[in-house]
Every structure is written in structure tokens, then in C-alpha cells.
């Protein structure tokens, strides 16, 4: 009560934003997605995010009452973790694979840096490089759901050197191939993009210089031949549209001024291709948000704006 | 006697080498992929500090001040040469799995720091005790390590399977598996320390 | 000897087996001098020089001495020798030649005396690029390129860490876990993020 007689100097501009409004649009951005997963994959991809989403706000609470801290499940933001966790995980995986994920990215990945606003690394992909190490049977098995989609992911199968003509980019665009439930549907993945960019909640420094340092590198290395890859097709498939716009814009793990951004997103989008191209793995994205997300409180260090006369 | 007791078991519990000084974490995050390799990680290490506890603190009046860690170093690394052509010798299996790390127990910071804090101050006796127990203590925190690991990682111990369906965890073989182990166990070592307090 | 094989070493023992968080060598400065970045930076250099200079002079030592004279037995007792001398001797021209440098990280060289990165990095070596006591083609670059691509991953490492490090100092960490423990799940968790790089082929 106290604090609303509390009077500071002016100027008084009163605006509704707050984390947990943010938190809860991003939700919502995110919808598009997984009804799109669930129209690619069937039911089995909303058991799946339905049981992440769980685990991470059970965890959450748990986490609350265990520290005594304020009870923040309310915010959105593991609610958040939860979904990009499911999104990030093959839809036919056993249900206590996205379970252990949640569990251990609201515990490793957020509450040990001290809760919300803190983590260093982005929760979800914690979760889901820990899954990948773990159990990478699962992990990689795509199991073909119905008539039109092809059993393994494009990307792995590129890796596999087998012949790619079958998918065209109308398919990679509408996600009608194999992959993770909220990665494969681009067209649902921009819906909710340009929702969080018309609300300004997230800039576009990162996922643009992420997409566009992607496409050019695997344009230029892509190839047997130097400037003959298929950039399009690099830029289509996998998590890359997932992760540059709803992973690599995390507030917390990421740089705060525009120039670190794009620093940033450059850095991630290297990473990327340079894992897809040469690594053992056939995708790279949370491999390389994470090295850069470690890498932020560095870049931030050197990127900050100092003060009008200071050095 | 009772002093001598009391050498042994503080290495053990109070003055742990790993969880309470957190020394020699190097060998102790390398090697605890099985119960095995710590068990023979241990009693390598056992071995080096028993041995060179008992010369220095033989020799500890005829050395120099001024050149003593050069002649501790000395002392160490002739006993971890024995130890490695032993393992050598008699079980190339356990060698293999230790690898580089065998060598390296010359500069762990446990054997080092008890010549220097204890062994080169304190009589023969105390000092085989006080190696003994350090040498205990990190054996038993090693084998703690490395059942959670290779419980956890490949779902056995010793090689025999507990839990029939269990998925192992593979990320408790490996590097990264190892460096969340101990940093939750040191947590929850803290958290112990501060319930008493 | 080509130019694949210096890659190969580079990305290896940069990211895929870093000297500290996936061979865990050098931990204790690693947990201990982490918190600030300056500090962290002039450590893994102090760490660079020190190791790519002893895999030089341990390389000449076991394949000139050693080897011919059958003591390929007292290598681990020769490098702890020689590596402690050749510290000492670093710290002295460093303190005659530049006094500046030499405050900026001069007594982290005493620290480094018995650093297991640096006997690990030789040892490493002549496990890699000596087969059956005969060096391998191109050996003495291969094993001097390694020691500088472990400084590398070392500085990297410090470097990252230290900036995390840094920022948690505004957090809020659960109690139990401050510095030690939670420098060992990050670690863990960049651990994790490097394994990106597993299995890389050019």
C-alpha cells in the first residue's frame, strides 16, 4: 500500500507492458507453430508439449517453494521453456524423455543462475543439448507419421549424402518433411515472428544477421565447389527460423546493445553452418546459440555504450 | 595413539581432499567414468602420498629450505614412475583406462600440498597416517564419484546391471556429465555444512 | 604433414577435447582465478607461453636424450624437472626483459610450475606423436602446434567462463551453490554446447 504513495520525479508515462504480459504473448506466438506440428504429426506432438509444458511449471513451483522465493510460475516464462523444449524434440519420442528435459532445464538451466532474469544460457536448449547426449537413440529418430512425410530429416539425410530431389521448398516452407514438432512449419514460424517483431518485443538484429550470415556460408562452403550451395534450402530446413527468432532473442542470455547483437547473431549464424557443414552433427542451432549465449556477457563487456565523457 | 587416529580420520571426513579442499579435482573428474578406474585411481594415489609422506618426512631435517619443493617434486615423481611401470606391468587394461592421468598424479595438489603442509613438519608416524588418511579420503570420494556415474551413465555398477528397463543417461560418461556430478555434489556438500552452522 | 591435419589438431584440441572441460586439466586455476576477466586473460596467456615452450623443450629432451639412451622410463620425472626450470627460467628473462609484462602476469607464473596442463600437453604428445619410440612424420610441428592449440582452448575457456562469472556476481544464486559448485555446471553446461563440434570432418 505504502508504494503507491511513493512519489518519484517526472516524467510519469505509465505503460501495460511488463515481463509477464511479454512472457504470455510469446506464448502466443508460438501457437501457430504447434497447431502446425500438430497437423504434420498428429496428436502424438501435442501429448508431447503439453507434458513439457507440465514438467517445467511443476518444476518451477517446486523450485519456489524449496527456496522460498516468490512462486513466479504465473509469469509465462516456464511455461515458455516448456514449449520450446517440446518444439525442439522428434514428435514419436517416449513421454518421459520431454519430462526429464523440463525438469532439467528449469533446474540446470534457469533456477542454479537464481530464477528468471538470470540464466546465462537459454533454458530449453540446455534441455535439449542434455537430451541430445543422453539419449540420442531418441533424439534422432523420426519416425514417418503419415503418407507425406519422409521418415528421416532433410538435413540428416544430406548428411547422409542421400539424393534430396523429392522435397521441393513449397514442402520445406509448409514443413511437410521430418523434424522436431515446432521446427518444421516455416510458414506458422513467421506468423508468430512478425507478431513479436509488430509488437516490438523482439528487434530484428538477431535473427536477420542469424539467417542472413547462414545463408551466405553455407552458400560459399555449402558445396563440393566454392559459391554453389544451396542456400535456400539451408535457410528452410532444420531449426534455423525456430531458433533465430524465438531462441537466439532471449532477454536474459543475450547482448543488450544493438552492436552486440549483431555480433551475436554473425557469431551464431557461423557456428551454425560451419556445424552443419563440417560437423558430425547434422543440425547446429542450439549448439550454437548456447556458445554464443556463453559468450555474451563478454560481448556485452566490450560493446556496452559508455557515458557522454567518460572512457 | 589417539593422535595418530585422529591424523587418519580427519582426511577422511573433515579435511576431504576433494569435497572439502577440493583438491586434486583434475584425476578425480577424468577417470570416474567406472568404479573401477576409481578404485585404481585411488590406490595409485594412495600409494605415491603414502610413499612420498614417509621419505620426506624421513628426510624432511637434511633438505634446504630454499629448495625444498624441487626435492618434494623429486621424491613424488619417483614414486608415481614406480606406480606407472607397475600398472604397466601387471595391468595394462587399467593403464589404458587411466592413461595420461597416471602421470599426472606427480603434480596433483594433494600429494604436493600435504609434503608441504604436513609431511616435511611433522614425524614418520603421523605422516603415514595423515598420507593414509588423505589417500582413504580421496579413494572413497572417488569411488562415491564414480558409482554415480557409472550408475547413472551406463546404468551398471562393477559391471553388473541393477535396474532391469533403466535408460542409461549417457551424459554421465562423459565430460560434461562428470563437471555437473561434482559441482552438484560440492553444492550439496555446502548445503550440509550450512544446515550445522 | 598437411594442412587437414593442422585443422584437425586445431579444432580438436580447441574445442572438441579442451584441455579443461573435457581433459580437466588445469581445473584449479580455472575454478580459482575465473572471476575476473583481466586476471583470467593474463593467467591463459601466462599458460599459452609456458606450455607451448615446454612442448618444445620436451619434444628435443625425450627424442634427443631420452630415447637414444634408453631412459624413456624417467619421462615423467625429467619433464617435472625440466618444466619447473623452464618456468623459473621464463619468469627471470621476463622480470630482466619486461618489467611491465612481468606485473601484468608474472606471478601467475610461479602458479604454473606444477600446473597439470602443461605436463599433460607434453605427455599428451609423446603419446600421440611418438609411435613404438620413433617420431611420426612431421612430428615436432604437429606437437608444437597441439601445445599452442591447447593454450588456445585454455584462453577460451578462462575467457568465457570469466565473463559468466563476472555477470553472476549481480545474480542471485542459491547459497550452497556460490563460486565453486555453479563454476562446475557452467562449465558442465559449455561442456554440453562444444560438443557441437563432435565428430568434425573437413
Given amino acids: 500500500m505504502i508504494n503507491n504513495f511513493t512519489v518519484s520525479g517526472s516524467p510519469h508515462i505509465h505503460k501495460p507492458e511488463s515481463v509477464s504480459r511479454i512472457m504470455w504473448t510469446v506464448v502466443i506466438s508460438l501457437i501457430p507453430a504447434g497447431i502446425a506440428g500438430v497437423i504434420i504429426f498428429g496428436l502424438d506432438a501435442l501429448w508431447v508439449t503439453l507434458v513439457a509444458v507440465a514438467a517445467a511449471v511443476l518444476t518451477e513451483l517446486t523450485f519456489g517453494i524449496l527456496t522460498k522465493k516468490k512462486i513466479t510460475i504465473l509469469d509465462g516464462s516456464a511455461v515458455i521453456t516448456g514449449i520450446l523444449l517440446a518444439f525442439n524434440l522428434p514428435p514419436q519420442v517416449p513421454l518421459w524423455l520431454p519430462i526429464v528435459g523440463a525438469v532439467f532445464s528449469i533446474a540446470i538451466g534457469k533456477q542454479v543462475f537464481g530464477g528468471l532474469g538470470q540464466n546465462i544460457f537459454n533454458p530449453a536448449l540446455v534441455g535439449r543439448v542434455f537430451l541430445m547426449a543422453s539419449w540420442p537413440k531418441y533424439m534422432t529418430t523420426f519416425t514417418p507419421s503419415f503418407d507425406a512425410v519422409t521418415s528421416a530429416t532433410p538435413l540428416a539425410a544430406l548428411k547422409e549424402g542421400k539424393a534430396l530431389e523429392h522435397i521441393s521448398y513449397l514442402d520445406l516452407f509448409l514443413g511437410k518433411h521430418g523434424g522436431c514438432i515446432g521446427e518444421v512449419c516455416i510458414l506458422a514460424l513467421l506468423i508468430g515472428a512478425v507478431l513479436l517483431l509488430i509488437k516490438g518485443y523482439i528487434s530484428w538484429h538477431i535473427p536477420a544477421t542469424y539467417i542472413f550470415t547462414t545463408a551466405i556460408f553455407t552458400y560459399i562452403f555449402g558445396a563440393a565447389q566454392l559459391f554453389h550451395g544451396d542456400w535456400l534450402f539451408h535457410v528452410l530446413s532444420g531449426g534455423l527460423i525456430l531458433g533465430a527468432f524465438f531462441m537466439a532473442t532471449d532477454y536474459v542470455a543475450t547482448p543488450l546493445t544493438a552492436k552486440g547483437q549483431i555480433i551475436f547473431g554473425v557469431g551464431c549464424g557461423l557456428l551454425t553452418a560451419v556445424i552443419r557443414i563440417w560437423g558430425g552433427y547434422p543440425e547446429g542451432v542450439s549448439y550454437a546459440i548456447l556458445m554464443m549465449n556463453a559468450a555474451t556477457p563478454l560481448i556485452d563487456r566490450y560493446t556496452k555504450n559508455r557515458i557522454y565523457g567518460t572512457k | 595413539m589417539k593422535d595418530l587416529v585422529k591424523e587418519f580420520t580427519k582426511g577422511i571426513i573433515k579435511e576431504n581432499p576433494t569435497f572439502v579442499l577440493a583438491l586434486g579435482l583434475c584425476p578425480t573428474l577424468a577417470v570416474s567414468v567406472s568404479v573401477i578406474n576409481g578404485i585404481g585411481m585411488g590406490a595409485a594415489a594412495t600409494f605415491v602420498l603414502l610413499g612420498s609422506s614417509v621419505i620426506i618426512s624421513l628426510v624432511r631435517n637434511f633438505i634446504p629450505g630454499k629448495i625444498r619443493i624441487p626435492c618434494f617434486i623429486v621424491i613424488i615423481a619417483t614414486f608415481v614412475t614406480i606406480t606407472e611401470l607397475c600398472l604397466k606391468a601387471y595391468s595394462p587394461v587399467l593403464n589404458r583406462a587411466l592413461g595420461i592421468y597416471v602421470p599426472l598424479i606427480v603434480v596433483n595438489c594433494i600429494v604436493l600440498g600435504r609434503a608441504e603442509a604436513f609431511a616435511c613438519k611433522n614425524n614418520l608416524w603421523r605422516s603415514f597416517f595423515d598420507g593414509l588418511g588423505m589417500g582413504v579420503g580421496f579413494t572413497l570420494a572417488l569411488i562415491l564419484i564414480s558409482a554415480i556415474r557409472e550408475f547413472l551413465g551406463s546404468g551398471q555398477i562393477l559391471g553388473r546391471t541393477l535396474i532391469k528397463g533403466f535408460e542409461p543417461v549417457f551424459v554421465f560418461g562423459m565430460p560434461s556429465g562428470a563437471l555437473l556430478v561434482i559441482g552438484l555434489l560440492l553444492g550439496f556438500f555446502n548445503l550440509l555444512k550450512n544446515r550445522r552452522s | ?202
Fill in chain 3, 1 to 202: 604433414m598437411n594442412i587437414q591435419e593442422f585443422l584437425t589438431i586445431f579444432i580438436s584440441s580447441v574445442f572438441i577435447y579442451n584441455v579443461i572441460l573435457s581433459r580437466f586439466l588445469g581445473l584449479c586455476p580455472f575454478v580459482a582465478i575465473s572471476k575476473n576477466t583481466k586476471q583470467a586473460l593474463a593467467m591463459s596467456a601466462a599458460v599459452t607461453v609456458v606450455i607451448t615452450a615446454s612442448c618444445i623443450v620436451t619434444w628435443l629432451i625425450y627424442r634427443f636424450l631420452l630415447l637414444p639412451f634408453n631412459l624413456a622410463y624417467l619421462r615423467t620425472l625429467a619433464f617435472v624437472l625440466v618444466i619447473a626450470a623452464l618456468v623459473q627460467f621464463i619468469e627471470m628473462v621476463i622480470r630482466k626483459a619486461s618489467p611491465v609484462l612481468y606485473r601484468a602476469f608474472g606471478i601467475y607464473l610461479t602458479l604454473i610450475t606444477t600446473n597439470c596442463a602443461v605436463l599433460g600437453a607434453a605427455v599428451l604428445n609423446i603419446d600421440m606423436f611418438f609411435v613404438d619410440g620413433k617420431p611420426v612424420t612431421g612430428s615436432f610441428y604437429y606437437a608444437v602446434f597441439q601445445g599452442v592449440c591447447m593454450g588456445l582452448g585454455y584462453t577460451l575457456a578462462m575467457l568465457l567462463m570469466s565473463g559468466i562469472r563476472e555477470r553472476l556476481e549481480l545474480c542471485n544464486v542459491p547459497r550452497a551453490l556460490k563460486d565453486f559448485p555453479l563454476a562446475f555446471i557452467i562449465a558442465s553446461v559449455l561442456s554440453l554446447s562444444f560438443m557441437g563440434f563432435s565428430g568434425f570432418k573437413f
